[in-house]
């Protein structure tokens, strides 16, 4: 087996406001992983417009935006490989756009057409990998935890806590049988709250300025955390439309714009502290918290207050960007993937069992940039 291989790892999650890129030397045999460029490149309005409201469209504009994706990031990638002076990497592996994802139904889909990844830089791609675990009775949903368990496995158990539109949480540690799931909603409700009292001109909450001025509804926090899904055991996977525009037009567009985002960031930390207590066992002494939720001082405040005795720090005092994960966690999947080895964090998605998640692509020859 190949000692390192070098991935670029593509992640454009929930939150549809761009693609980060991390290009990673993955070292199989000894669980290590460096990356070596991190970099997000941002969507237009029109693009990040259109992914959110994809799950209404009509066919021809899905496929349309399908293979408009696919090559953006095609060009995304060879601009990061010039920026950071990068030789081409052994793979690609892109976790795709998710438009839509069902967990009851289990039924998911993802778009950013990789073919045109593999043709522009002429190296294989290893793409759509949620269908195969939920062919294998899985949610399809979380898949980072692979990642989380591939690092800390065997080492003091801790909480890998990540914050994109969705909040997801992974339990992983020595003696611990790795355990992850989707906690609700992550930055998607405040991101909505932002462009709605911005006209758009804004698309998330900066420093967490609006929420530190406000003052929140606690109340209504907590009615909101009795719905169904905050009280249903894991496994569990949510699609960010759940608890969408419509949501919070319904329970929050009412209010002071200052006090809806405190209010909607009190509800992420909130969700996250009741599913720690009530779905973690045992209890982590230390969160690790990565995605773009780690940038955000009034949710990284509310953390560290609501979650009493349990340290809360930032995947950054390890070395990593929070935003560099979710894309070097596809790289790792990816590189799986290539070699023919297991991928499938079944523990968390419910699937039956080990699999190997994601489709590969072979480019005809090799390229120059």
């Given at each position: 087996m190949k000692k390192n291989i070098s991935v670029l790892g593509l992640m454009s999650g929930t939150s549809a406001d761009g693609l980060s890129m991390a290009y990673c030397i993955i070292d199989i045999g000894n669980k290590k992983i460096k990356t070596l460029a991190f970099d997000s490149r941002d969507y237009s309005k029109d693009i990040r417009n259109r992914i959110i409201s994809a799950r209404d469209m009509k066919v021809p504009q899905l496929s349309a935006l399908n293979?408009?994706?696919?090559?953006?990031?095609?060009?995304?990638?060879?601009?990061?490989?010039?920026?950071?002076?990068?030789?081409?990497?052994?793979?690609?592996?892109?976790?795709?756009?998710?438009?839509?994802?069902?967990?009851?139904?289990?039924?998911?889909?993802?778009i950013g057409e990789a073919s045109f990844i593999a043709e522009e830089l002429k190296v294989p791609v290893v793409c759509d990998f949620r269908p195969m675990d939920i062919a294998?009775?899985?949610?399809?949903?979380?898949?980072?935890?692979?990642?989380d368990e591939f690092?800390?496995?065997?080492?003091?158990?801790?909480?890998?806590?990540?914050?994109?539109?969705?909040?997801?949480?992974?339990?992983?540690?020595?003696?611990i049988k790795t355990f992850g799931f989707d906690i609700g909603p992550g930055n998607s409700l405040m991101d909505w709250a932002i462009s709605y009292y911005s006209n758009g001109r804004l698309s998330f909450d900066k420093d967490g300025k609006w929420a530190l001025a406000g003052s929140p509804d606690k109340k209504k926090?907590?009615?909101?955390?009795?719905?169904?899904?905050?009280?249903?055991?894991?496994?569990k996977s949510l699609d960010r439309e759940e608890f969408g525009f419509e949501f919070f037009k319904k329970n929050f567009s009412h209010m002071k714009k200052e006090d809806a985002l405190a209010t909607l960031n009190y509800l992420?930390?909130?969700?996250?502290?009741?599913?720690?207590?009530?779905?973690?066992?045992?209890?982590?002494?230390?969160?690790?918290?990565?995605?773009?939720?780690?940038?955000?001082?009034?949710?990284?405040?509310?953390?560290?207050?609501?979650?009493?005795?349990?340290?809360?720090?930032s995947i950054s005092s390890l070395g990593m960007h929070p935003l560099a994960k979710e894309p070097a966690a596809f790289a790792?999947?990816?590189?799986?993937?290539?070699?023919?080895?297991?991928?499938?964090?079944?523990?968390?998605?419910?699937?039956?069992?080990?699999r190997i998640l994601g489709k590969i692509l072979y480019p005809f020859g090799r390229g120059k940039l």
């Open positions: 293979f408009e994706l696919g090559r953006l990031w095609a060009n995304m990638c060879k601009n990061f490989l010039k920026k950071f002076s990068l030789p081409l990497p052994s793979l690609v592996s892109s976790h795709g756009q998710t438009v839509f994802h069902d967990s009851l139904g289990k039924n998911t889909l993802q294998a009775g899985g949610e399809g949903a979380p898949l980072v935890p692979f990642f690092l800390f496995a065997e080492k003091m158990p801790v909480a890998l806590l990540n914050i994109g539109g969705v909040a997801n949480i992974s339990l992983v540690g020595k003696n926090v907590e009615n909101i955390l009795k719905l169904s899904f905050f009280r249903k055991s894991p496994p992420t930390a909130l969700g996250i502290k009741k599913a720690v207590e009530d779905f973690l066992h045992p209890k982590p002494v230390k969160i690790i918290v990565s995605g773009g939720g780690a940038l955000n001082p009034a949710l990284m405040k509310n953390l560290s207050v609501l979650l009493n005795g349990i340290e809360v720090i790792l999947l990816g590189a799986m993937a290539w070699l023919g080895i297991p991928n499938c964090p079944y523990s968390s998605t419910g699937a039956r069992g080990k």
